[in-house]
């Protein structure tokens, strides 16, 4: 069975920095996208930023130049957050999509930016 497992979410001032990890466990697959998501309460869950195994990234409009996404490992997916505004509070979900097109997510982790 395939687990993403993210940890780092917590409790973070307006402008501070937090890193989010996300690590596949399990059977060991070969992963074409990893990435995170966030959902907002009230608000549909959107991109955060994505990882090609090829190394091209894709970023939502609203984290250009703040967050940026690593991957490490085959396995495993990083988010450096900075800059944090009120409005970056959200669940994030971890993401990834296997060869073949199947998508797996995480349970998701809470990150709340105060003032």
């Known amino acids: 069975q395939v687990q993403l497992v993210e940890s780092g979410g917590g409790l973070v001032q307006a402008g501070g920095s937090l890193r989010l990890s996300c690590a596949a466990s399990?059977?060991?697959?070969?992963?074409?996208?990893m990435g995170w998501y966030r959902q907002a309460p009230g608000k549909q869950r959107e991109l955060v930023a994505t990882e090609t195994r090829d190394g091209i990234t894709n970023y939502g409009d609203s984290v250009k130049g703040r967050f940026t996404i690593s991957r490490d490992s085959r396995t495993t997916v990083d988010l450096q957050m900075n800059s944090l505004l009120l409005e970056d509070t959200a669940v994030y979900y971890c993401y990834g999509e296997r060869d073949g097109g199947a998508e797996h997510w995480g349970k998701g982790i809470l990150v709340t930016v105060s003032s």
């Open positions: 399990g059977i060991m697959f070969r992963w074409n996208i």
